[in-house]
């Protein structure tokens, strides 16, 4: 399984080591499950709607909490807001109290900023004033490890008890664009209510994500830093936005999902919904998991798995922070486009050419025009003009109101495409009055069911009008409710993302959501146990393991222990020549190594002097090892390889990898990685995204192996590593040998690892 996961770009390094201090793993989460932060999750309104605000720790001196207060200040909201700090009795205009006790009035959010030592004593402080929910702002906390997880712990405890939603420490604020609540040390020069809200653990993308999207006229909704997370977390947050009927989607960046199987149920209730996530996850890299260790004392898990968690769960995944504006521009929309089929118009041959040349990489694709919508563009452009898709309506377009009309009306109500795209080379809204405006005003029109969006060559700020004599009509940034994409690569990418999650919310499947793999047992669960749990060693041998895939239907060679020299001619023969014969031994894994192979054994002879120089060759090398015997084992019928594997996530559980095998491994590079509950067709759709696609499907007169026979295989594979998440550590199948006459297939070989007991 190595191998597999190091074709994959990572190295796999098996279940992460949680280390334990104070009783805090260096997440910062609790180290066990008795620290249920549950409840106060049910108070996560009272952070965005609170009656009356509380900044403790703001002073005349300046800094984030006085930042905060001026914002709330500034944009009116509407409940008291007041000051907490001994030193003073009024901070810029605002009412300065002593502590939370002293106010006169229901504190609805406490808002701190205190240095961490002081931290217990304002909760305290909260309590005894029955403060309704706490944002902490404060660092120094398990992002310092040490005493910091200590402290994180103590918070923790404190909010299990009392019931009192808090979010942080180490965070930037909070905001509801809605009542005004702009709770964060950030000023916005404009701010409109709307159906974006985002989950960030740094608040330093606060501002570069909302100016964005407000400079489009996109609303915001609701914003949250969590931090460090210590109670509240992105599973809660995400859980409170799904149910939230002001948010249409969800933006995140996350360095750490601290609880997979509540992250997972409540990204599975967001697809129910239809409420697109769309998510920076960092931990790519080594580096990158290294950094947001740092950042919040988070614990980044297998890329690998996430990857494959994410997509499982419809959750958009963006690299970029200018991925994640556009895609949560995109997805903003209402509209979802019924497929894949794409047309582009524009007025440059230039454009022509970099959208042809890029937009493979971003998953988009071009259909070519049909033959009628084609007679009818070349009867209307210019014969300079180039009747293609993408499509150069050239210059002259931009004069002649009946080329840009037709041949957008030509595009939208063909019923060839499903999202038509307009290309301009300048990040600049559409003046709805000019022949543009009014072409795809119309075209928009004439096909209601079709997307249309705007998407400029460059991204960067919007320059408007600048003609007093001349302004823009009704200057739009949406055509049928897509806003304004910027930047060719971001915005097509964001176009991919808008049909990728059209398409998830089309094919997906409640009986195969991810949450439904924990707990879940087959028929086969007992006996499956019982194998493993009577194998003596942590590896299993060769034919416990087999044992083991037989249970599950999974075809093996048939096979049987040659003790002595003399018990191998009896045993080939009642298998049929040729044969191949392994050592048997726990303590030997990788048996080539040692000489302890010998294939295409076709006499008795032969099979008697092959058992003779395994042994000698392996008690040679592996004068130590433990030796069961020789395992003769009937050659399977030759056709293609496949490496077929498992290991087991800490967060997701199982993550099952496939590729070619043979000498395909090392040349191709190419596997992939399904985690489950999967079915035959996703298999099958997922072979055909292999690059070794077409060998598998006979290319050139080669072999026509039984695909689904492999699927099924695969899926059995898939409900045995389910069944044993709690078992096994690791799984190789390495080789399945597919048939070439298409008669089926046989695992040869395999490796499993049992989990260690001392594995936490």
Known sequence: MDKIMELQGRKTRGPVNMQVHDGLRENGSPASETIDTRAASKGIGQLFRPESVAIVGVSQKGGFAAEILANIKKWGFAGPLVAVNPRYNEIDGVPCFPSLAAIPHPVGLAIIAVPSSAIPAVLEDCEAAGVRAVQIISSGFAEQAGEGLTKQRWL??????????????????????????????????????????????????????????LSRGIGIGRVVTVGNEACLDVADFIDFFVDDDETRVIACYCEQIKRPLEFIRACERAAEKGKPIVMVKVGRSESGRRAALAHTGSLVGSDIAVDAALKKLGVVRVDTVDDLIEATAALSSKKRPRGRRVAVACYSGTMVSMLSDFAESCGIEFPTLPSPVKARLEAVLPEFGNVSNPLDLTAQASYDTRIMEESLEALATSGAYDVIVWCQSYPTCIDMSSVLGRALTRAAAAAPDVIFSVVSLAGGHFHPNPDPKHPMIEPKVAIGGLPFLEGMAPGLKALSALIGYAEFLRERNPSKLLSRQWGARSACYEAAVRIIREARNEILTEREGKSLLALYGIPVAREALALRADDVERIAQDLTFPVAMKIESPDIVHKTDVGGVVLDVSSPAQAASAFNQIMSSVRTRRPEAQISGVLVQEMANPGPEVILGVTFD??????????????????????????????????????????????????????????????????????????????????????????????????????????????V
């Open 156 to 213: 923790a405890e404190w909010a299990q008890r009392t019931g009192v939603p808090v979010v942080g420490p180490n965070c930037f604020g909070l905001m509801n664009a809605a009542n005004q609540l702009i709770a964060v040390p950030l000023d916005f020069h404009s701010m409109t209510a709307g159906g974006v809200s985002a989950i960030l653990q740094s608040g330093t993308l606060v501002y570069s994500l909302i100016v964005q999207l």
């Open 650 to 759: 800490p967060q997701f559980g199982p993550v099952v990898a496939f590729g070619l095998g043979g000498i395909w491994v090392e040349v191709l590079n190419d596997v992939h990685v399904l985690l489950p509950p999967f079915d035959a067709n996703d298999v099958k759709s997922a072979i055909g995204q292999l690059r070794a696609a077409n060998v598998l499907r006979g290319a050139r007169g080669g072999a026509k192996i039984d695909l689904d026979m492999l699927a099924n295989c695969i899926v059995k594979f898939g409900t045995l590593c389910t069944d044993l998440a709690d078992e096994i550590c690791e799984i190789d199948i390495n080789p399945i040998i597919l048939a070439s006459d298409g008669t089926g297939l046989t695992a040869v070989d395999c490796l499993i690892r049992k989990k260690s007991l001392n594995a």
